[in-house]
């Protein structure tokens, strides 16, 4: 047993000393040992600390020294069910505000979390209740072969079908008689109110003017009533599956105002006259889906990260949560979960439960959510990366699952632990909101600080130097677009899924490191450096083309051809025939043009060649055998 800890010890100063040698800020070996020591309160844990009833200050002065007693370096202010406290009432502003104060007597971090429960972006209900024209509308789809003389909604939309494409005769179709035909008729759909919303539904966050309204209504009280403490004390805001999901079922596609108008602007054609090919396959449906996306993910950047992360900038906040990486690579909540992370600074995933699973909805044991978060940091030049971890996990979780559960996370990237759940009571029904809970409510709690304090400490290490990745797999983001329908199955894509998660999941099994590619950002911040790739603050020697990659974004295209030709190393897995969704022999011909920079691979053959192509810097051999890996 001594030997063992000895190893892992040698192990982590070894990796804290390899980290000082590549600086992110300014970290120095003696820097980073006095803080391992001593972890700093930025570096330990914070939960979401629950405010579920009627909080009390006195509540307040007794978590919070019980928090820190146990390890914790701060709270994430989390209302959740069971809140009777008015939300953002001036007597909620009030407790937080001394919660602020007494966190700051205590050497404590304490974080917003941004909405009442979640998904971020409604205010608890503010926002709707002030903005009607704020609720999310979506494109509801009916095909019939005969249209009807009187509807009892007047259709936004209808089209026939004809050899060559459909047409738009909204205009006439009540006036005359088309006879039997394929037509499709479009009506807006709404969601009914629900209490979960305040009595009224989710927001359109892809019109900007909602998400000002959100940030005035919740942020902008906090920064009065924080004063000097708002980034500084209050480090940063925590924002919760915020996403674009249509409302209704799968009749319905997403819409918001300016869709026909960007999409028009972007891609030079009328959506309008190519909606059904969103639904079924037909018309030019890649082309057609591929164009909706992008437009769709181009209206969340802008109008919600966009400003979101600008506001935090101005005020000097960490912008930090998380979207729907679990539902990866569906397009309905969130076209690209990369590309809306980039603009957070310190990029989140949520990792609950305590089943180990490793298919693409997976939670623990999805290795691409993690990586998806961590090459984000790195190409983004952000130090930090955050996990919201164990909830639902169930009131029977050790301290040995716990550990497993972490220490995977950490392993592949995470740098920041914040644990779901701490309940401020468990009465009544709370008791079964996605326990465990990080508090005195569980026997462990009293020892709970030896594990606080070695998360802590892997912090420190974890968060310290710079990861360096000469290897860049791209996720085949765009390409699942192209076969995402949402009124019908889509087997090509749930393959797509699984296969790209095997592959990740193998490069793993090797320990081949490498970071995951987006396309936006790729288009954003790509360009070459020799004959090497940089993408953001990172460069690559390697650029992976994985299989069943059909797709590539004209941006990605055109840098990976230019890379190519300066003697850049692709290996393809599979060689895309389509380009923004049109079929394209321009990355063939590529290949042909340069087969000893485009090399091609298939199987465990093209896996066996990664290392070929690119060793890693370092290997750890058996040193009883040490020929074996």
């Given at each position: 047993m001594k030997q063992c800890k000895g190893s892992i010890l040698f192990l982590l100063v070894m990796s804290m000393l390899f980290s000082?040698?590549?600086?992110v800020i300014t970290d120095r070996c003696a820097t980073v040992f006095a803080a391992f020591q001593?972890?700093?309160?930025?570096?330990?844990?914070?939960?979401?600390?629950?405010?579920?009833?009627?909080?009390?200050?006195?509540?307040?002065d007794e978590q919070l020294v019980d928090f820190r007693d146990h390890g914790l370096g701060g709270v994430f202010i989390h209302p959740r069910p069971g809140l009777i406290t008015p939300y953002l009432s001036a007597e909620w502003l009030d407790l937080c505000t001394y919660t602020v104060a007494k966190g700051k007597a205590l050497g404590m971090k304490v974080w917003i979390y941004d909405e009442n429960s979640y998904p971020s972006g409604f205010a608890g209900g503010h926002v709707p209740a002030e903005m009607p024209n704020a609720l999310v509308k979506s494109l509801q789809m009916t095909n019939v072969k005969k249209l009807p003389r009187r509807a009892e909604?007047?259709?936004?939309?209808?089209?026939?079908?004809?050899a060559d494409g459909f047409e738009d005769i909204t205009d006439r179709y009540a006036q005359q008689d088309f006879g039997q035909g394929d037509y499709y008729l479009f009506n807006y759909k709404e969601r009914n109110p629900s209490p979960w919303y305040g009595g009224f539904n989710y927001v359109d966050i892809m019109q900007r003017e909602v998400t000002e309204k959100?940030?005035?209504?919740t942020m902008e009280p906090y920064r009065v009533a924080f004063g000097e403490s708002f980034g500084n004390t209050v480090p940063g805001v925590f924002q919760d599956e915020a996403h674009i999901a249509p409302a209704g079922d799968s009749t319905c596609v997403q819409y918001t105002p300016r869709l026909f108008e960007a999409f028009a602007a972007r891609w030079g054609y009328d959506l309008r006259l190519h909606l059904p090919s969103l639904y079924k396959d037909i018309g030019d449906w890649r082309r057609v889906r591929h164009n909706y996306y992008a437009t769709l993910l181009e209206l969340f950047v802008d109008n919600w990260a966009k400003p979101y992360a600008a506001y935090c900038e101005k005020h000097n906040l960490v912008f930090t949560g998380h979207y729907w990486e679990h539902r990866w690579p569906s397009p309905d909540h969130g076209p690209d979960n990369m590309a809306l992370s980039s603009y957070s600074h310190m990029p989140g995933i949520d990792i609950l439960m305590n089943q180990y699973r490793t298919d693409p909805d997976a939670q623990f044991g999805n290795h691409r959510a993690v990586k998806e978060i961590?090459?984000?940091?790195?190409?983004?030049?952000?130090?930090?990366?955050?996990?919201?971890?164990y909830g639902a996990a169930g009131w029977d979780l050790t301290f040995f699952d716990q550990k497993r559960i972490g220490d995977w996370e950490y392993a592949l990237?995470?740098?920041?632990?914040?644990?779901h759940l701490s309940f401020m009571t468990i009465m009544g029904a709370r008791k079964r909101d996605h326990p465990q809970s990080f508090s005195y409510h569980e026997p462990w709690w009293p020892a709970y600080k030896v594990l606080a304090d070695y998360f802590a400490r892997l912090s420190v290490a974890m968060s310290s130097g710079r990861q360096e990745n000469r290897i860049l797999v791209l996720e085949p983001t765009t390409t699942a677009w192209m076969h995402y329908a949402r009124s019908t199955a889509h087997p090509w894509m749930d393959s797509l899924g699984i296969?790209?998660?095997?592959?990740?999941?193998?490069l793993e099994k090797r320990q081949i490191e490498y970071d995951l590619g987006c396309e936006e950002i790729i288009r954003r911040t790509a360009r070459l450096d020799g004959n090497r790739l940089r993408v953001g603050e990172c460069v690559y020697?390697?650029?992976?083309?994985?299989?069943?990659t059909e797709n590539l974004d004209s941006s990605t295209a055109e840098i990976l051809v230019r890379y190519a030709s300066q003697k850049g190393r692709v290996l393809s897995f599979s060689d895309p025939g389509y380009i923004d969704g049109l079929a394209s022999e321009r990355v063939a011909q590529c290949s042909k043009d340069h087969p000893s920079s485009w090399l091609h691979a298939k199987g465990d053959s093209g896996l066996d060649l990664i290392a070929t192509l690119q060793p890693p810097a370092l290997r750890f051999l058996d040193l009883v055998n040490p020929e074996t890996l």
């Open positions: 000082c040698q590549r600086k001593n972890p700093p309160a930025d570096m330990r844990s914070a939960p979401l600390w629950v405010w579920n009833t009627r909080v009390s200050k006195s509540d307040i909604k007047k259709p936004v939309l209808v089209l026939a079908a004809k959100f940030i005035t209504i961590r090459s984000v940091a790195n190409q983004m030049g952000y130090q930090r990366t955050m996990s919201e971890t990237g995470v740098n920041f632990l914040n644990q296969c790209f998660q095997n592959f990740v999941n193998e020697d390697l650029v992976i083309l994985p299989p069943m």
